[in-house]
């Protein structure tokens, strides 16, 4: 027989009136799509994640994530999932180079006088972060951390070093300096170009603050096989730090891999009390 459309559509067929079963694993968790404003003209699109249900008898500890460049805010959604069911809040930001505003975002930073202008104003919106994160009921304002990839370690590194609230920074596959990255994606940028940029941004270098993060705990991730840091960049990263620190090294690319992600949320729960993990 021809087989056609229409006598091989009974493979698809179902029994309709039998409800699909649903077995939910975990905890069940909250998740608020929000934009929080830092400047008139200014607004931060995040995630806020936490657990359905709160125990009123306990406070919560809080992370803010910041997500690598080839990134937006759904990139840390799934850990902080799984933080939530730990006990954690967790804001997750789109920062400028986030995907849609990424092109914009660049041909900005090009210049270096406003490469300055726009990281400033980058470390204040997560400083709001911050704030937002305090705000919340039953956070506990002594258990703030933080996560960041790549250009989001970067910034970490300067948060550190800005922001006494926070109280652990995990910083993943991250450089001391912003014309580092500056110098992967834009690659006219070279010779007395590229020694320019460097000279206009050295003063809000993540070298020059995550030496000033004490007594903030640093959690250094790196990858051994980096496509875009070298790992004499990343070692000089973790030399620039303040005490306490440590640095896991991981046989894998930029983006890290599984190991990496069990021992963020290890250190994490640690350093953060969180009630147990998975």
């Known amino acids: 027989m021809e087989r056609t459309a229409d006598n091989v559509r009974p493979l698809f067929d179902y029994d ?7 077995e939910i694993a975990g905890t069940d968790v909250s998740v608020s799509d929000l934009t929080y404003q830092t400047a008139r003209d200014r607004g931060v699109r995040a995630y806020l994640v936490a657990p359905a249900e709160v125990d009123r008898s306990k406070r919560s500890a809080a992370i803010l994530f910041l997500h ?3 990134g937006s ?3 840390f959604l799934a850990e902080a999932v799984t933080l939530a069911g730990m006990g954690a809040v967790s804001l997750l930001v ?8 990424a092109a914009t975002w660049g041909r900005a930073v090009t210049d270096p006088g406003e490469a300055v202008r726009e990281h400033n104003q980058t470390v204040i919106d997560l400083r709001r972060g911050i704030d937002l994160l305090v705000a919340q009921p039953g956070v506990d304002p002594d258990r703030i951390g933080f996560v960041g990839h790549s250009v989001g370690a970067l910034f970490g590194a300067v948060l ?4 006494r609230r926070l109280r652990a920074a995990v910083l993943m596959a991250g450089t001391g ?9 834009l690659p006219d940028l070279r010779g007395e170009r590229l020694e320019h940029y460097c000279q206009t941004l050295a003063e809000l270098d993540p070298a020059v603050w995550v030496g000033r993060a004490a007594p903030t705990p640093l959690f250094f991730q790196a990858a051994l096989r980096d496509e875009f840091f070298t790992e004499e960049q990343a070692r ?5 730090a303040s005490e306490p620190k440590s640095l896991e090294w991981y046989d894998a690319g930029h983006f890290l891999d599984e190991a990496a992600r069990r021992d963020r949320i290890a250190w994490l729960a640690g350093r953060l009390s969180l009630e ?3």
């Open 16 to 22: 309709a009136e039998r409800p699909p079963a649903i």
């Open 68 to 70: 690598p460049g080839l």
């Open 276 to 278: 147990r993990s998975r």
């Open 94 to 101: 789109d920062a400028p180079w986030a995907a849609d505003t």
């Open 236 to 240: 000089e990263f973790f030399e620039q």
């Open 160 to 163: 550190a070093g800005v922001d």
């Open 73 to 75: 805010r759904a990139t």
């Open 177 to 185: 300096r912003f014309a580092d990255v500056a110098a992967v994606n």
